[in-house]
């Protein structure tokens, strides 16, 4: 009977071994099919339209700045790697939670003194830790604030995309207005230079007068075929930033609304306290300096890993012997003190990048609020610009109507009016992406969706 229960737990030891092994199943990763597959991407591609609809943001006759930012978010991969990263830090909770294995075999002698009845000896080893519980315990809770972590990094990569989509929607909006504008001027410079010409052959006009007016003409043209250069690559930034080849967005109508919806907060001061403590990156850091300190605990607390208990058991000249040991590794050459000098260090380490996190979100939040309220400055004082070259384009009309100035100066005060929309252009400009760096210091959506997404 002894015999039938060795064998019967020698066989459920293996069969809990062999039932408990996870499979392993290959992924093999093609650069070349990889490489297709990037190529072949589209706003209209089947599982991105599936993505977009169970986000309840069906594809529609324009892409503005939510379905943009959620095409980033789906075919970029940086939220997919953090995403990884969190979830590699649930499987190391998981290891600092689960309790070690026992050690399960055969233990055979041979006495060749006495060979009666038999000379050999079996039994079966079993063994087991009974682990430091309070050194355990802290490691789970580094491992928990590491999760904490992860997550929060989710969070900042989420908006860094989101911030990075809003940043390539203002230039290509920028770009936009600015080809629109400089093809007016060029239109309006080669106007010039014809109306000098003009004067010229009537003996009214000097030939250097023409030839200013033609080199303004040519450099017109130039500014003109360079803004239409840079739209296009703004064009192509734009698909890179939402992870897309560039002509997936060809022939898309892209709607520039968000530019319009951003909205400071009313209160800002209490939009910097609340950054000030819940931006993720801060979180993080926080998080981090946590799972170091407990780190420190548990390196302090885990002299001793814990009691090894091992119950004997062999039968040996058919007589039953019984065993019980208890090992433990008592700290008598070293007390850890290499183990603990490098938790201590990372919890210092760690104290100072929270730190540095701390002190550089401040730094960001108080240079957008100067810049955004700057910016604000500049751009109340362009459009004043603008309406005082408005009102002396009216006037220029009036004096040209009843013949008191000539086509040339009514063409030159219309060139100032086109100048000012350009220099206005360019201060809405920063001003848009001040608002954009104030809404990322603050971490914060600032706008509401009236128009299309």
Not at 24 to 35: D, K, T
Not at 165 to 174: D, E, K
Request: charged content about 20%; hydrophobic content about 45%.
């Amino acid at each position: 009977m002894q015999r039938g229960a060795l064998r019967l737990t020698f066989s459920t030891a293996l069969c809990i071994l062999l039932s408990s092994c996870a499979p392993f199943r290959p992924e093999p990763i093609s650069l070349r099919a990889g490489a297709r597959r990037f190529a072949a991407r589209s706003l209209h591609s089947g599982p991105l339209t599936r993505y977009l609809v169970a986000l309840g943001l069906p594809p529609g006759n324009s892409w503005g700045f939510r379905r943009l930012t959620y095409v980033a978010v789906f075919e970029r991969p940086q939220l997919k790697i953090a995403s990884a990263r969190y979830r590699v830090a649930l499987g190391r909770l998981r290891i600092a939670e689960q309790i070690d294995n026992p050690k399960i075999g055969i233990h055979t002698a041979f006495n060749a003194t006495q060979m009666l009845p038999t000379p050999w000896s079996v039994g079966p080893i079993f063994s087991f830790l009974v682990q430091n519980f309070f050194s355990k315990n802290a490691l789970i809770g580094a491992a928990r604030q590491n999760v904490l972590a992860a997550r929060a990094a989710i969070a900042s990569v989420a908006w860094n995309e989101r911030e990075r989509v809003y940043g390539a929607l203002l230039s290509l909006w920028a770009q936009r207005r600015a080809t629109s504008l400089y093809r007016q001027d060029a239109r309006l410079e080669r106007t010039i230079a014809s109306a000098i010409g003009e004067r010229y052959r009537l003996g009214a006009a000097s030939a250097s007068a023409v030839t200013g007016a033609r080199l303004s003409a040519e450099r017109a043209a130039f500014r003109e075929h360079q803004a239409t250069l840079e739209a296009s690559l703004a064009r192509a930034h734009l698909a890179v930033v939402v992870g897309l080849p560039v002509g997936a967005l060809r022939g898309v109508r892209i709607s520039f609304a968000i530019v319009h919806e951003l909205r400071m907060p009313a209160d800002l001061a209490r939009a910097e306290r609340f950054a000030l403590l819940h931006r993720p990156a801060l979180v993080r850091a926080l998080a981090e300096y946590n799972a170091a300190q407990l780190q420190l605990k548990a390196a302090t607390e885990g002299l001793i890993s814990g009691v090894k208990v091992t119950p004997g058991y062999d039968d040996s000249q058919e007589t039953s012997h019984y065993s019980l040991s208890v090992k433990t590794h008592p700290p008598l050459f070293n007390q850890h003190q290499g183990q603990i000098a490098v938790a201590r260090a990372e919890r210092r380490l760690a104290a100072e990048n929270l730190k540095s996190v701390q002190q550089s979100i401040f730094g960001q939040i108080e240079r957008a609020v100067v810049d955004w309220r700057g910016s604000e400055s500049a751009l109340a004082a362009s459009r004043r610009a603008l309406i005082s070259t408005q009102r002396e384009l009216a006037d220029a009309r009036q004096a040209y109507r009843v013949g008191a100035i000539g086509e040339v100066r009514l063409l030159g005060a219309r060139l100032e009016v086109l100048s000012a929309r350009i220099d206005l252009l360019s201060t809405e400009q920063e001003h848009y992406a001040a608002s954009g760096d104030l809404m990322a210091a603050l971490h914060s959506k600032l706008w509401e969706f009236h128009h299309e997404s």
